[in-house]
């Protein structure tokens, strides 16, 4: 099965991982990471559509995260 994030390209859902995966993988919390996807530093590859009461999930492709990361971290101020 195969979902189309938001930047146009079909991504397998084996290939995302949970805010919480990600952010274990990465070294970082996983509040600072959903986080920053609020405030928009960081674009998951999807969010999933929220329920009663909550938000959607964010969901990550681990490679594109660490792109994204270094970016933010060579950016100047």
């Given at each position: 099965?195969?979902l189309?994030?938001?930047?146009?390209?079909?991504?397998?859902?084996?290939?995302?991982?949970?805010?919480?995966?990600?952010?274990?993988?990465?070294?970082?919390?996983?509040?600072?990471?959903?986080?920053?996807?609020r405030?928009?530093?960081?674009?998951?590859?999807?969010?999933?559509?929220?329920?009663?009461?909550?938000?959607?999930?964010?969901?990550?492709?681990?490679?594109?995260?660490?792109?994204?990361?270094?970016?933010?971290?060579?950016?100047?101020?």
């Amino acid at each position: 099965m195969l979902l189309k994030p938001r930047d146009g390209t079909y991504v397998p859902v084996v290939d995302l991982l949970t805010t919480t995966q990600a952010a274990a993988e990465l070294g970082v919390s996983a509040r600072s990471l959903a986080r920053w996807a609020r405030e928009g530093r960081l674009r998951p590859a999807l969010i999933t559509p929220g329920g009663d009461r909550r938000s959607g999930r964010y969901l990550w492709n681990l490679e594109d995260l660490r792109e994204q990361l270094l970016k933010l971290r060579t950016r100047p101020e």
